[in-house]
């Protein structure tokens, strides 16, 4: 059974970092690509990230280029999200997601971002 | 380029109703159309990928399909059950940037 299990949400000041992980199981890891998707609750899905295989490729939102740094690990199974210069409207619940056959969700992790 | 889905539609159990998705430039069919369905309080799942597959699990009453002549894609769910309110979102590609249209709400009344 494929999992995805999303941590390190935290309440964040404006202008701090933070690095959400993924943990993932139940699949060959190193051989899909994975995404970052966020949504603030009520609203709609908001794609921020993706991730290839190797992690060689990657690419970003223009709201979070530069700010943001998708990574993974393949030996630990691991997808990260490294966030800096968070800003209030980063403010959302994170889900990862692996793709292929049909993209499968995690269930997200909480970033707050407030002063 | 945005993608386009009306924000909300309601039926009455058993009928069937379809959800679009238009693209606002560029063709359609040049990226593959996924659609997902967030039900209160959950994270979202995949209903259909790749315009019309449906994954392992997920009932034949959903299914997918894409129209050139209107630039959109279409979710179908025929014989409606309470359980299918939710959200759904369409989601594409353009280039290496994910796009997710706005959300539909639906209603099972």
């Known amino acids: 059974e494929v999992q995805l299990v999303e941590s390190g949400g935290d309440l964040v000041q404006p202008g701090g970092s933070l690095r959400l992980s993924c943990a993932a199981s139940?699949?060959?890891?190193?051989?899909?690509?994975m995404h970052w998707v966020r949504q603030v609750p009520g609203k709609g899905l908001v794609w921020v990230s993706r991730?290839?295989?190797?992690?060689?490729?990657?690419s970003y939102s223009d709201s979070v280029k530069g700010r943001f740094t998708i990574s993974r690990d393949n030996t630990e199974n691991t997808l990260f999200l490294q966030m800096t210069s968070l800003r209030v409207d980063d403010t959302a619940i994170y889900y990862c997601a692996r793709d292929g056959g049909g993209w499968a969700w995690g269930q997200g992790t909480l970033v707050s971002v407030s002063s | 380029f945005m993608l386009t889905q009306p924000h909300s539609v309601s039926e009455s159990p058993g009928k069937t109703i379809t959800i679009s998705c238009t693209r606002n430039s560029g063709r359609i069919a040049s990226n593959f159309v996924q659609w997902y369905q967030q039900r209160p309080g959950s994270a979202p799942t995949t209903v259909i990928y790749e315009d019309k597959r449906r994954p392992s699990g997920v009932p034949d009453r959903f299914s997918g399909s894409i129209d050139s002549s209107s630039n959109s894609a279409s979710l179908t769910i025929s014989g409606l059950k309470t359980e299918d309110e939710a959200d759904y979102f369409c989601q594409s590609y353009d280039g290496d940037i994910g796009v997710f249209g706005g959300g539909t709400k639906l209603t099972v009344l």
């Open positions: 139940g699949f060959t890891f190193g051989s899909y690509w």
């Open positions: 991730i290839h295989p190797d992690g060689r490729r990657t």
